[in-house]
């Protein structure tokens, strides 16, 4: 079992920063990829960034590539989504995931083996 426990959300007014943490605990030696993943009101859960546990290989979805950065600290069996630029239309519950298995793509959600409980952002305009 892995546990999962995200931390940083909060409110921010457009043009801000946020840093959302998301600390593994459990059997984080099974983990491959760790994710983050966002749902909006009365939208699906869409992909945001993703990185291997391992190996240097980072993903990002069009919407926050080149305004976010996915980074791990494997000491502390963390990851964090650095989001900068934010825009009213990131406001999300954000949530980390993680799969014990790597493909080639892992930008979707049924590929994740566990979540967490989520962390809410808003963006203000």
Same mark, same amino acid.
């Given at each position: 079992q892995?546990?999962?426990? +995200?931390?940083?959300?909060?409110?921010?007014? &457009?043009?801000?920063?946020?840093?959302?943490?998301?600390?593994a605990?459990?059997?984080?030696?099974?983990?491959?990829?760790?994710?983050?993943?966002?749902?909006?009101?009365?939208?699906e859960? +869409?992909?945001?960034?993703?990185?291997?546990?391992?190996?240097?290989? $980072?993903?990002? &979805?069009?919407?926050?590539?080149?305004?976010?950065?996915?980074s791990?600290?494997? &000491?502390?069996? $963390?990851?964090?989504?650095?989001?900068?630029?934010?825009?009213? +239309?990131?406001?999300?519950?954000?949530?980390?995931?993680?799969?014990?298995?790597?493909? &080639?793509?892992?930008?979707?959600?049924?590929?994740?083996?566990?979540?967490?409980?989520?962390?809410q952002?808003?963006?203000?305009?």
């Amino acid at each position: 079992q892995v546990q999962l426990v +995200e931390s940083g959300g909060g409110l921010v007014q &457009a043009g801000g920063s946020l840093r959302l943490s998301c600390a593994a605990s459990g059997r984080t030696f099974s983990i491959d990829t760790m994710g983050w993943f966002r749902q909006a009101p009365g939208k699906e859960r +869409e992909f945001v960034a993703a990185i291997r546990w391992s190996y240097s290989n $980072t993903y990002y &979805a069009d919407s926050v590539k080149g305004r976010s950065t996915i980074s791990r600290d494997n &000491a502390k069996n $963390t990851v964090y989504l650095q989001m900068n630029s934010l825009k009213p +239309e990131d406001t999300a519950v954000y949530y980390c995931a993680a799969s014990l298995y790597y493909r &080639a793509y892992m930008g979707s959600a049924s590929l994740y083996d566990y979540w967490g409980q989520g962390t809410q952002v808003t963006v203000s305009s």
